[in-house]
């Protein structure tokens, strides 16, 4: 919904406030890791992520290669809102993929094909390009001849040419 008083349902947000807390959150990934290669109750609680634990999982996996002295680092701190750490960048990126991939579903419910508006807008690139053209070419010719008028007008002013005003 556009407006978030209106949502009832909120999006729970994992922002540990302490070392304790981070603590916390780094055991249950790993509890959920160890339990998706267990069997029976535990991996049915601790191993069933959701689709955005598991997007958040493997952007994680990714982002732990960035080190604080690399270009990569600044501009995921700058993609995240500067958040610093690991876990709140993954856990943030993987929000905004899920989000991004729930509405591409859901307007592909509605809308042509990706291929489809994909040519319509490079066929109207096309089509506003050569028009673009013609009009450059059509400013292009009125210069020109202006050029000429103007031309023609200095050379009736100085009496059939230029070298003849300095009185060559």
Not at 80 to 87: A, H, I, N, S, W
Not at 134 to 141: P, T
Request: net charge neutral; with cysteine.
């Amino acid at each position: 919904m556009s407006d978030p008083l209106a949502n009832i349902v909120t999006t729970a947000e994992m922002k540990p406030s302490s070392a304790s807390e981070k603590l916390a959150r780094f055991q249950l990934l790993k509890a959920q890791l160890e339990a998706q290669n267990s069997t029976g109750l535990v991996k049915a609680v601790l191993g069933n992520m959701s689709e955005e634990e598991q997007i958040r999982l493997e952007v994680l996996q990714t982002i732990v290669n960035y080190k604080e002295s690399t270009p990569e680092w600044f501009q995921l701190c700058a993609m995240t809102k500067g958040r610093t750490d690991p876990f709140d960048q993954a856990e943030y990126l993987a929000h905004e993929i899920y989000e991004t991939q729930k509405a591409e579903v859901m307007l592909s419910y509605y809308t042509p094909s990706k291929q489809t508006v994909r040519n319509t807008f490079l066929e109207s690139a096309k089509t506003g390009s050569a028009k673009r053209g013609a009009a450059i070419a059509d400013i292009a010719a009125r210069i020109e001849v202006k050029k000429s008028r103007l031309a023609a007008a200095v050379s009736t002013l100085t009496g059939g040419g230029v070298g003849a005003s300095r009185g060559e």
